[in-house]
């Protein structure tokens, strides 16, 4: 398990985890076959997430891109990261997501985070 290296200096943290779509992109840069996985997150900041998903993952050596498509707020939100680490606890996996988030995207992100805390549905860390 790498050790963490957020640079966002909040993470927010959901009273109720979103359900939401994660896919596998590639696994060592080589393309995967694009099948959903069920997935929660479990916070978010402006550049990764937490979540967690019923399947382990070998995260430690390895090269995994994911996409993810989820709902914060209102508008659906699609981005793609890596998996950067990985624990277990209580029979569920959980990961660390740093996400790319494209320029013309951050105010969007932000926006929903905005809207989150409005309807406290989120908590700052």
């Not at 398990?1 to 596998?24: A, D, G, T």
């Not at 989820?70 to 996996?93: I, S, T």
Request: proline fraction near 6%; hydrophobic fraction near 40%; aromatic fraction near 8%.
């Amino acid at each position: 398990m790498s050790p963490n290296r957020r640079k966002s200096p909040f993470r927010y943290v959901l009273e109720n985890p979103i359900e939401f779509e994660l896919y596998l992109v590639s696994l060592n840069f080589t393309a995967a076959p694009r099948k959903p996985i069920s997935a929660q997150m479990h916070d978010i900041s402006r550049s990764g997430c937490l979540v967690s998903l019923p399947v382990e993952i070998p995260v430690g050596q390895n090269r995994i891109r994911v996409a993810l498509d989820f709902v914060l707020n209102e508008d659906e939100l699609h981005f793609e990261g890596y998996l950067r680490w990985a624990k277990e606890e209580a029979g569920r996996h959980y990961y660390g997501v740093e996400m790319e988030v494209p320029e013309d995207q951050k105010d969007r992100l932000q926006l929903e985070l905005r809207g989150l805390a409005g309807a406290n549905r989120i908590r700052v860390m």
